[in-house]
């Protein structure tokens, strides 16, 4: 019996891919939070894991080494957030504290996905080996 490794973890897979594409714009907007005119952006995680499950882990095959590989850097769709308070008069913005909450909370989702996976790694390792050592 074959093991489908997509099938077992390609849900995480997207959600790691996901939470890191979001943190990174994240801390783009915390870079950019005493710039003026800067417009906060963000991902909308529900909306970026839809448009992933919808692909089903559709890649190119790359047929000459000149060639550009299949697989795309990011197909997260980045929007702009609508801000929760009043503009403070130079266009930006970025709220840190709201930027700093999501980036937290997007931290521990990525780790418990990540706790997650090695669990189910062991518990492969175990049944591969009939449970016998580590």
């Given at each position: 019996?074959?093991i489908?490794?997509?099938?077992?973890?390609g849900?995480?897979?997207?959600?790691?891919?996901i939470?890191?594409?979001?943190?990174?714009?994240?801390?783009?907007?915390?870079?950019?939070?005493?710039t003026?005119?800067?417009?906060s952006?963000g991902?909308?995680?529900?909306?970026?894991?839809?448009?992933?499950?919808?692909?089903?882990?559709?890649?190119?095959?790359?047929?000459h080494?000149k060639?550009?590989?299949?697989?795309?850097?990011?197909?997260?769709?980045i929007?702009f957030?609508?801000?929760?308070?009043?503009d403070t008069?130079?266009?930006?913005?970025?709220?840190v504290?709201?930027?700093?909450?999501?980036?937290?909370?997007?931290?521990?989702?990525?780790?418990?996905?990540?706790?997650?996976?090695?669990?189910?790694?062991?518990?492969?390792?175990?049944a591969?080996?009939g449970?016998?050592?580590?």
């Amino acid at each position: 019996m074959a093991i489908n490794l997509d099938k077992l973890v390609g849900f995480h897979q997207n959600a790691l891919k996901i939470r890191n594409d979001k943190m990174e714009v994240i801390a783009g907007n915390l870079a950019n939070a005493n710039t003026p005119g800067y417009k906060s952006r963000g991902i909308d995680f529900q909306k970026a894991m839809a448009q992933a499950q919808q692909s089903g882990g559709q890649s190119m095959t790359r047929t000459h080494e000149k060639h550009m590989s299949g697989g795309m850097v990011s197909s997260t769709e980045i929007g702009f957030r609508i801000p929760s308070q009043p503009d403070t008069g130079d266009g930006n913005t970025v709220e840190v504290q709201r930027e700093r909450n999501e980036f937290l909370d997007t931290g521990m989702r990525y780790q418990a996905t990540i706790e997650f996976l090695n669990g189910k790694v062991k518990g492969m390792k175990k049944a591969i080996s009939g449970g016998q050592g580590q």
